[in-house]
Structures are given as structure tokens and as C-alpha cells.
């Protein structure tokens, strides 16, 4: 197991020990950032918004993401910007939501080289986000904001 992952992995666990409302938390800072996202969702129950961040835990926790999971990522983006709506811009403002809240909930083992794995397997997960909406044709916000850094 790398270190990278490690420490990813020891976050995570410090941050679930430590706030029972991590979820919740990373939600409203979500929400509080992009409120066009909270009416979105303002139909997904509880018990979606958990599997939804299952889903999320375990596309963080896999080293080589986008390779691993390329055509999963084009499959859901299409479904959600078809379906659901969803801005290209949203996965973006959930990703430093979730960066906010952990860095928060986490914050007895935090320190810059935790903040260095997370950010940079936080941003490998964005760009293949990135890469599955480019792959369905969609250029947008995201795609300046991934260009930009």
C-alpha cells in the first residue's frame, strides 16, 4: 500500500471517528457553495445521498482511478447530466466541499502531508470526471477550471 493512500485512508477513518455528521457536514458545505445543486437534489432522500457517498468514498480510496474507472465515470456523468441535470461545474464544488469538511473532521491527524495525498487523489478523481464529460461531449466550466491548474 502506498503512503499516499495510507494517509488517505487514516483521514478518512479520523474523520468518521470523530464526526458522526461527516456526510451531512460535507453536504451543506456542498449545498452552501452551489445552492443550484441543493435543488437538485432536493428530492434525494437519506439513504441515496449515503449510497451516493459510497460511491464517492470508494472512487477516492482507488488508486488509478481513472483507469479503473473510466467507463463507469462516462456512464454516470451522461446519466446525471441527462437525467438529473447536473452541472459539469458541480463535481468540481463537491470535490473542495469534501475537501473543506475532511480537512475540518480530520483535523486530529491533518497536516500539510495529508492535505498534499487527499488534494492530489481528490483532483486524479475530478480529472476523470473531467475526462468522462469531455468523452461525452461536454466542455465546460470544469474543463477551464481543470485548465487553469
Known amino acids: 500500500m502506498s503512503v499516499e493512500q ?11 471517528e470523530d464526526d ?8 451543506q458545505n456542498f449545498y452552501d457553495a452551489m445552492p443550484d445543486a441543493e435543488a437538485l437534489m432536493s428530492h434525494v432522500d437519506d439513504g441515496v445521498r449515503g449510497k ?21 465515470l462516462a456512464f454516470e456523468t451522461k446519466t446525471h447530466a441527462n437525467s438529473y441535470f447536473v452541472q459539469p461545474e458541480m463535481y468540481w464544488g463537491f470535490s473542495a466541499a469534501f475537501l473543506k469538511t475532511l480537512r475540518l ?3 486530529r491527524v ?7 495525498a487527499v488534494s ?19 466542455a465546460t466550466a470544469l474543463e477551464i477550471r481543470m485548465d487553469q491548474n
Open 6 to 16: 495510507e494517509l488517505i485512508e487514516r483521514a478518512l477513518e479520523c474523520a468518521a
Open 20 to 27: 458522526p455528521q461527516l456526510n451531512a457536514r460535507i453536504y
Open 52 to 72: 451516493m457517498m459510497s460511491e464517492i468514498y470508494r472512487l477516492l480510496l482507488t488508486e488509478g482511478v481513472a483507469a479503473s474507472d473510466g467507463d463507469y
Open 105 to 107: 473532521s480530520a483535523a
Open 110 to 116: 491533518w497536516s500539510p502531508v495529508v492535505e498534499q
Open 120 to 138: 492530489q487523489r481528490l483532483d486524479a478523481m475530478t480529472a476523470a470526471i473531467h475526462r468522462a464529460i469531455t468523452q461525452n461531449g461536454g
